[in-house]
């Protein structure tokens, strides 16, 4: 699925890497705890959480992950931001709650991690 | 090759700034992105249990052709017993850490997971000393 469509789909808003979102990702993975990202062993994914702030940017760099939509309308730093464009993601951010993003998402084509 | 860096105990927002500059390091020698993820994950739990469960500690990570040995010491608490830490899902992590997205009681068990050896030292009321070795 296109980073364009996800953004659109969700309604959101691109806080970060406006210049990828052609490119696809295939699969997702929602959660909170940072220790369970961690644990996900490929990187190609999109990380849907509503944990927002630095240390959720942090994982997603240790994780060589590229891809974070924020839920639940959550606010998102300029630190949080500057240290995502420093790793080259892409940033999203939607009103929706974390059932309702996966859900939509689901729906549409992106496949869960497991 | 030595780095080193300090590590300060119940501050976030520079947890991982030790792990970020390990990660560029590896990258820069060009080291595999694989083995570089292993790493960094590793490094990166144990560097957050610093900062969540000891009063502060340093990070010593000594990078040869073939491979990285990173140590991790604090003082602090200790853990009283490593065999129930090493467990999933055992944690005595605070509120504020739990906010912060830690405390899921994964993190040594992904530790030992990534890591081709660990060695973990405690002492209670003295401190904990992880040593991870991972090959290139
Ligand atoms: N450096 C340390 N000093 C003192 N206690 C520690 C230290 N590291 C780990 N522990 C103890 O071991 C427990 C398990 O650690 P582990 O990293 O597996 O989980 P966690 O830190 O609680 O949660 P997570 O890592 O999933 O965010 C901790 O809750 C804590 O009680
Ligand atoms: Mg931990």
Redesign the pocket.
């Known amino acids: 699925m296109k980073m364009r469509d996800i953004a659109a789909a969700v309604n959101g808003e691109v806080l970060c890497g406006a210049g990828r979102l052609d490119e696809e990702v295939d699969y997702a993975f929602a959660s909170d705890?940072?220790?369970?990202v961690l644990t996900i062993k490929t990187n190609d994914f999109l990380l849907i959480t509503g944990l927002a702030n630095v240390q959720s940017v942090r994982t997603a760099e240790m994780s060589d992950v590229e891809y974070i939509l924020f839920v639940r309308g959550k606010d998102v730093t300029e630190e949080m931001t500057g240290l995502a464009e420093d790793n080259g993601m892409v940033v999203i951010r939607t009103d929706y709650s974390m059932f309702k993003t996966s859900g939509i998402l689901y729906g549409a084509g992106l496949k869960p991690v497991y | 090759m030595r780095l080193e860096y300090d590590v300060t105990a119940g501050d976030f927002t520079r947890a991982g700034n030790a792990s970020s500059a390990i990660k560029k390091t590896l990258k820069q020698l060009g080291v595999s992105p694989a083995v570089i993820k292993r790493v960094v994950v590793a490094v990166y739990?144990?560097e957050?249990?610093?900062v969540?469960?000891?009063y502060g500690?340093h990070i010593t990570a000594e990078v040869a052709p073939e491979g990285i040995s990173v140590v991790?010491a604090?003082t602090?608490?200790?853990?009283p017993d490593v065999q129930?830490?090493?467990q999933?899902g055992?944690?005595?992590?605070s509120k504020e850490?739990r906010e912060m997205?830690?405390?899921?009681?994964?993190?040594?068990?992904?530790?030992q997971e990534n890591a081709d050896d660990l060695k973990i030292e405690?002492e209670v009321g003295r401190?904990?000393t992880?040593t991870i070795y991972i090959k290139f």
Do not use: Q, R, W, Y
Not at chain 2, 76 to 79: C, S
Not at chain 2, 90 to 93: E, K, M, P, R, V
Not at chain 2, 101 to 111: K, R, S, T, V, Y
């Open positions: 705890l940072m220790s369970d | 739990e144990a957050v249990n610093i969540a469960h000891s500690g991790l604090d602090g608490p200790g853990i129930k830490a090493m999933k055992f944690s005595t992590a850490v997205g830690f405390g899921a009681g994964m993190g040594l068990p992904n530790i405690t401190g904990t992880l």
